[in-house]
């Protein structure tokens, strides 16, 4: 049976850039299943160098939370959204509390490139890593990339999901 993770993780690099994930994350099992994960971000409040959130944990460098109407608000139409820099500049990670067992699984979110206010936009692409027990897939994205829609179909051993910004 394929498990589906649904989540929408609205991503997003700070001011110096990074990447942003964005518009839903969604992990579900295989094909007719229903979602076993999602999230929007949206009922969280915002804050810099958060540490937990929701069901995230912040597991390397340093993450921002973006609500809507905020300083650093680069993707005001996607609600409030993870930057993976963080407002140290340290590249960051989170990943789920949520085990997952193991299995085939879908898994959808919305991914955006570095992008900063004031022209402080890094120039070269950035890498976000995204694994789920022994599967991973490396996303490369242009500087001021806007959100796309990521969607993998893939079988795991298990674990917990997470995103790293490189």
């Not at 009922?43 to 993450?63: A, K």
């Not at 067992?101 to 120039?123: H, K, Q, R």
Request: proline share 4%; with cysteine.
């Amino acid at each position: 049976m394929e498990k589906a993770i649904s989540r929408r993780c609205d991503w997003i690099k700070s001011l110096v850039g990074a990447v942003a994930l964005a518009a839903g994350v969604t992990v579900g099992q295989h094909a007719n299943a229903s979602a076993v994960f999602q999230d929007d971000f949206n009922s969280y409040s915002g804050g810099l160098s958060v540490t937990n959130f929701g069901g995230w944990t912040v597991n390397q460098g340093s993450v921002d939370l973006i609500p809507v109407g905020a300083q650093y608000n680069f993707y005001p139409a996607s609600g409030t959204y993870v930057d993976l820099n963080g407002s140290t500049g340290q590249y960051g990670g989170i990943s789920t509390v949520q085990s997952f067992a193991p299995g085939n699984y879908t898994l959808t979110f919305n991914l955006g490139g570095s992008v900063g206010g004031d022209g402080n936009v890094d120039p070269s692409p950035k890498t976000t890593i995204v694994s789920l027990g022994n599967w991973n897939m490396a996303i490369l994205l242009a500087p001021n990339a806007g959100f796309t829609n990521q969607s993998f179909v893939f079988k795991t051993t298990g674990g917990t999901l997470n995103f790293v910004s490189q």
